[in-house]
């Protein structure tokens, strides 16, 4: 079992860059697979890319292909996703989660969210 927290989110402006984090506890986090997620308001969650355990396989939605870069420092029980000239369309809640399978976005562990608000 993993615990996951999110942190690193907040007010920024269009165009500015920003790293969120996905703390892990838990023994093995090496053995799953982290996925990112967003929620804008009023809108369903989305999907945006996973890291895989030992971080050698990346996978992201076009919607944020070339913008959006995940990747994780398991001797710290870390991951990130490293977001660039960010657009006030990226204003959402960012969640990290965990799964012990790789290509799917059904997972079993997720963090409580944290809150990315982008001006325009």
Same mark, same amino acid.
């Given at each position: 079992? *993993?615990?996951? &927290?999110?942190? +690193?989110?907040?007010?920024?402006?269009?165009?500015?860059?920003?790293? $969120?984090?996905?703390?892990?506890? +838990?023994?093995?986090?090496?053995? /799953?697979?982290? +996925? !990112?997620?967003?929620?804008?308001?009023?809108?369903?969650?989305?999907? *945006?890319? @996973?890291?895989?355990? $030992?971080?050698?396989?990346? #996978? /992201?939605?076009?919607? &944020?292909? +070339?913008?959006?870069?995940?990747?994780? %420092?398991?001797?710290?029980?870390?991951?990130? $996703?490293?977001?660039?000239?960010?657009?006030?369309? %990226?204003?959402? *809640? #960012?969640?990290?989660?965990?799964?012990? @399978? #790789?290509?799917?976005?059904? #997972?079993? /562990? !997720?963090?409580?969210?944290?809150?990315?608000?982008?001006?325009?």
């Amino acid at each position: 079992q *993993v615990q996951l &927290v999110e942190s +690193g989110g907040g007010l920024v402006q269009a165009g500015d860059s920003l790293r $969120l984090s996905c703390t892990a506890s +838990g023994r093995a986090f090496g053995a /799953y697979a982290v +996925g !990112w997620f967003r929620q804008a308001p009023g809108k369903e969650r989305e999907f *945006v890319g @996973r890291i895989s355990g $030992l971080g050698f396989a990346t #996978y /992201y939605e076009n919607s &944020v292909k +070339g913008r959006f870069t995940i990747s994780r %420092d398991n001797a710290k029980n870390l991951a990130y $996703l490293q977001i660039n000239s960010l657009e006030p369309e %990226d204003t959402a *809640v #960012y969640y990290c989660a965990a799964s012990l @399978r #790789y290509e799917t976005k059904d #997972y079993d /562990y !997720w963090g409580q969210g944290t809150q990315v608000t982008v001006s325009s």
